[in-house]
């Protein structure tokens, strides 16, 4: 009987009260400034909101669905390197249905819900974890990488400081050691496969081509800098909003950075509305893909 019959289901961390008032409280001040600027900006973000198409918001809304594909495709190509190879339909399952737990307070929920969804297609628990964990520095270091080039290094060079550890932690040989060390503290089995240098460079370049449909998606409902300008932008701001990880999806902090980043083409009240608009569809297109991979894996159970 395989491992993965017999091992206990995952327990759910517990978290301590005064860490849990912590991000509440976080988010509580983070929306309560939100508010407050949109409130002291109001005739000015409703002016912003006026000059965006509808052809613009569905274009921008296919160009999210298009840069969520290229994540679900990094984090697919990182399972299939380690040894779980998924197909299609069912990966699109487990990794956007899953991908909703991100707006639930804490950044544990996506992780579990992957784990469980991937243990009743024969992935084990370990390898979904490996996986999870990976995404996010190979967004990281793309986002930044994006960032440094499209925004130029005259303004953003400290960004550089955090891509040396990002360029270590993606090299296989230092992530293998890592992923070994932990299942040995957790007295698990070794994973059967390790990550290849060819499955990481897939990955790194699924993300760049998230990147891109995330600029396009900008660029959609905020011509004014430019399509270049336009990557480069929500690259930043969505990097700085998930390394605040204190709060659900980086809530707040991804606008605030945005439209701090959109200043030098926007008025104030514009910028404003354009990050609204940005997690709007964002959030749009996170429901869209959940429902649509649900309903294309259940045909295929049919």
């Given at each position: 009987m395989s491992q993965d019959v017999v091992e206990e289901p995952a327990a759910i961390p517990r978290r301590s009260w005064p860490r849990r008032l912590l991000r509440l409280g976080f988010l509580a001040v983070a929306l309560g400034f939100g508010g407050y600027a949109v409130a002291g900006q109001w005739d000015a973000v409703v002016a912003g909101f006026a000059r965006l198409s509808w052809q613009a918001l569905a274009g921008s809304l296919v160009a999210v669905?298009?840069?969520?594909l290229g994540a679900m495709l990094t984090w697919r190509t990182l399972l299939a390197d380690l040894g779980s190879p998924l197909p299609a339909r069912p990966a699109a399952k487990v990794f956007f249905v899953g991908q909703l737990g991100k707006y639930i307070p804490g950044t544990v929920w996506p992780m579990l819900a992957q784990m469980e969804m991937g243990r009743e297609l024969g992935v084990p628990r370990a390898r979904s974890a490996a996986a999870f964990f990976l995404?996010?520095?190979?967004?990281?270091?793309?986002?930044?990488?994006v960032t440094l080039i499209t925004l130029g290094w005259d303004r953003y060079g400290w960004l550089?400081?955090?891509?040396?550890?990002?360029?270590?932690?993606?090299?296989?040989?230092?992530?293998?050691?890592?992923?070994g060390y932990v299942l040995r503290r957790l007295k698990r089995e070794p994973l059967e496969r390790p990550l290849t240098r060819r499955g990481m460079l897939t990955a790194l370049a699924w993300a760049l081509t998230g990147w891109t449909a995330y600029g396009v998606h900008l660029y959609l409902i905020a011509p004014q800098g430019g399509l270049?300008?336009?990557?480069?932008?929500?690259?930043?701001?969505?990097?700085?909003?998930?390394?605040?990880?204190?709060?659900?999806?980086?809530?707040?902090v991804r606008e605030v950075a945005m439209v701090a980043v959109l200043a030098p083409h926007l008025d104030h009240g514009a910028a404003i509305a354009v990050a609204l608009s940005s997690r709007i569809v964002i959030i749009i297109g996170d429901l869209i893909c959940a429902g649509l991979a649900g309903i294309a894996a259940r045909r295929d159970s049919v």
């Open positions: 669905v298009a840069a969520l995404t996010m520095p190979v967004q990281l270091a793309t986002g930044l990488l550089l400081l955090f891509l040396p550890l990002l360029l270590v932690l993606l090299e296989p040989k230092v992530i293998n050691g890592l992923i270049l300008f336009a990557v480069g932008a929500f690259a930043m701001s969505w990097c700085l909003g998930i390394l605040t990880f204190v709060v659900p999806a980086g809530a707040g």
